[in-house]
């Protein structure tokens, strides 16, 4: 019998592998080859969105999110075979301060809006690890039993440090899920209380969140935050919180009589809801097709969205720029220079940013 069957341990190794490792093979150099370059079939990656696949949806929001040039190119490229089937949607954005419920809140709303027969995408926009910028929440958890609704789509994807809490690309994702069927996209945001015009500037319809006890809440609640909301939502109007949310709501509604609408002819409401026991999210959906009604019959629905439209044309140059100017490791390497020098106080942060921005040194 060979010396290899008299053998039985799993931890046996064979003749012949010893000799590959520590020089002892012919190389024990690994030779690496260059990466192949992505190759992605555009036609049918359309086919397969506009057929409904998730798999493919997630995937094309994968290129457009990624940092790689390669795979933002093939994600540009589906994306403009898409643009004509995108735009017959309702976008809605939510926000609130953390803990409010607003996942709590988009689980329940959405999934009333999925048996109701609409297709339902979710752009939960989680906070970023200062460290990984991945997210730190996972959205998908927390709204599990939307998440296995055949109408429902869910997509978290980290803040990755943009003010007003939503991802730079949050406007091409949504314009895919638009493309994929999805009639409704509900936006949510970290709800960081600032450069909420971000989340204004992609929505049609803009919904605050807010809890009971207004008293001191409204003190602290920003005057610009409230004139940008479309309705306010006093969550969690349940139990025995239920009678101090409408004292909440009527607090709401006095301040709301003094301020700026957010659309001509709209008196801005303030609502309660519990998303616990599902009370009152059927008013939520009336106000909003209300609101689109009104909206669209005042031709401010489509010129809003035109708007929406050439501001983030505007926003993207801005963010270009950015990049282009981070992409210089001579200019990284400068900036390095000029930072020792201003923590060493032997030059005005003026004088290093004259300096940075100098014909010698921009380069």
């Not at 939307?146 to 994702?173: D, Q």
Request: charged share 25%; net charge positive.
């Amino acid at each position: 019998m060979a010396d290899e069957d008299k053998v039985t341990s799993s931890l046996h190794v064979k003749g012949g592998i010893i000799s590959q490792h520590d020089g002892m093979g012919k190389s024990s150099v690994k030779k690496f080859s260059k990466k192949k370059s992505l190759t992605i079939d555009i036609q049918s990656y359309n086919h397969e969105i506009q057929a409904g696949s998730r798999l493919h949806l997630a995937k094309a929001i994968t290129f457009i999110e990624s940092t790689s040039s390669e795979q933002q190119e093939i994600g540009q490229q589906i994306l403009k075979m898409l643009l004509p089937y995108t735009g017959n949607s309702i976008r809605i954005g939510i926000t609130g301060v953390p803990g409010v419920g607003k996942s709590t809140f988009i689980e329940a709303f959405g999934k009333m809006l999925c048996d109701l027969g609409h297709k339902v995408a979710v752009l939960a926009i989680d906070p970023s690890s200062s460290l990984t910028g991945g997210s730190i929440l996972g959205d998908k958890t927390r709204m599990e039993e939307l998440a296995k609704h055949p109408n429902a789509f869910i997509r978290p994807s980290p803040s990755a440090g943009t003010l007003g809490g939503v991802h730079k690309k949050s406007r091409e994702t949504m314009l895919l899920c638009e493309a994929a069927g999805y009639d409704i996209i509900l936006v949510e945001t970290v709800g960081v209380g600032q450069s909420e015009t971000i989340v204004r500037g992609m929505v049609d319809f803009f919904l605050l969140l807010a809890l009971t006890g207004a008293g001191d809440e409204l003190q602290g609640m920003k005057k610009g935050i409230m004139e940008l909301a479309d309705a306010i939502v006093v969550n969690k109007a349940d139990g025995h919180n239920e009678s101090l949310a409408k004292k909440t709501v009527a607090e709401y509604k006095q301040i709301l009589h003094f301020l700026a609408p957010s659309a001509p002819n709209w008196t801005t409401p303030a609502l309660a809801v519990s998303s616990l026991h599902k009370k009152g999210l059927d008013l939520v959906w009336e106000t909003i097709k209300s609101f689109e009604g009104k909206m669209t019959q005042q031709h401010f629905w489509q010129n809003r969205r035109k708007e929406q439209t050439v501001n983030w044309f505007n926003e993207m140059i801005v963010n270009r720029l950015y990049d282009d100017f981070f992409s210089s490791i001579q200019r990284k390497k400068r900036m390095k220079l000029l930072e020792q020098q201003v923590r060493e106080e032997k030059m005005t942060v003026s004088q290093a940013i004259e300096e940075l921005f100098s014909s010698n040194s921009y380069q």
